[in-house]
């Protein structure tokens, strides 16, 4: 993993977006894989002011979205397709029908999933997938206990999930969908590249096992320390659990130097 640990969300964004502009500068018909929540919003934000500067088109791009809630209708403001359509893809020129997301309302929903894992295999695999973590470890909706070779699948959401995202539902836990479709972890690890964003001391302990822990099930982000080009972008608060955080510093700093 390549650790930078900055100041500002804006600094994570620009960052975020350098390595996605270098992907887009190498195959400017490259797959994208999108995450949701908070998280990536001031990436999304950079990538748009980048396209109206004329500095990238997703003109070429296709894009995978990691996850969706099983249970909303589907033009809820809420569904993970709405949100990537108004935070990205709606806001630059990625033709119709370029932007995907695992289907949660077809009538059978492992098959639906399993389609959506050939379709990214079809693509030829995401060239970078962008990840935010849940603050018990999760990436896309990978909870603790899965495998960590799975495929794109149904999953159940943890109490702590639907906790965290009742933010998103007025504060109604009750209105957070206990479902969801989700790239796997085997899914995930099979993309080309990363770019993980998180911030915030509510990410920090989750952080500290994503680095610094074994790998394991009960910290499914683990499984990243085994992909060999992962960014991972954090803030002080995100990264103030971690025991290596000032050699991480000085590693970042000489390695741009
Ligand atoms: C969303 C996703 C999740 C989020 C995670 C963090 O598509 O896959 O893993 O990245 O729940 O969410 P935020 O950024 O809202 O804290």
């Given at each position: 993993m390549r650790i930078a640990i900055v100041s500002t969300p804006e600094e994570i964004a620009r960052l975020a977006a350098d390595r996605i502009e270098e992907v887009y500068r190498s195959k400017p018909d490259f797959v994208l894989g999108l995450a949701t929540g908070s998280s990536p919003i001031c990436l999304y934000d950079e990538l748009v002011r980048r396209y109206e500067a004329g500095?990238?088109?997703?003109?070429k791009v296709r894009s995978y979205n990691l996850d969706e809630y099983v249970g909303?209708?589907?033009?809820?403001?809420?569904g993970y397709m709405n949100f990537i359509r108004r935070h990205l893809v709606g806001r630059v020129?990625?033709?119709?029908?370029?932007a995907h997301g695992p289907d949660?309302?077809?009538?059978?929903l492992d098959e639906g999933a399993r389609l959506y894992d050939e379709a990214i295999k079809a693509e030829g695999g995401i060239d970078i997938q962008v990840l935010g973590i849940g603050s018990?470890?999760?990436?896309?909706?990978?909870?603790?206990?899965?495998?960590?070779?799975?495929?794109t699948h149904v999953g159940v959401l943890t109490e702590q999930t639907r906790r965290d995202n009742a933010r998103f539902f007025d504060g109604d836990i009750d209105a957070v969908p206990t479902h969801c479709v989700t790239q796997g972890i085997g899914t995930i690890m099979d993309s080309k590249a990363h770019v993980f964003m998180a911030t915030g001391k509510g990410k920090a302990r989750a952080v500290k096992e994503m680095i610094e822990g074994g790998v394991s099930q009960r910290w499914?982000?683990?499984?990243?320390?085994?992909?060999d080009d992962v960014l991972v972008l954090l803030d002080e608060d995100a990264a103030s659990e971690l025991e290596l955080k000032d050699f991480y510093k000085e590693v970042w700093e000489k390695e741009r130097a």
């Open positions: 500095e990238i088109s997703f003109a909303l209708p589907k033009d809820h403001f809420e020129d990625m033709p119709e029908g370029a949660g309302w077809c009538e059978d018990d470890g999760h990436i896309g909706f990978n909870e603790p206990g899965g495998s960590l070779t799975s495929r499914p982000a683990t499984a990243l320390q085994y992909h």
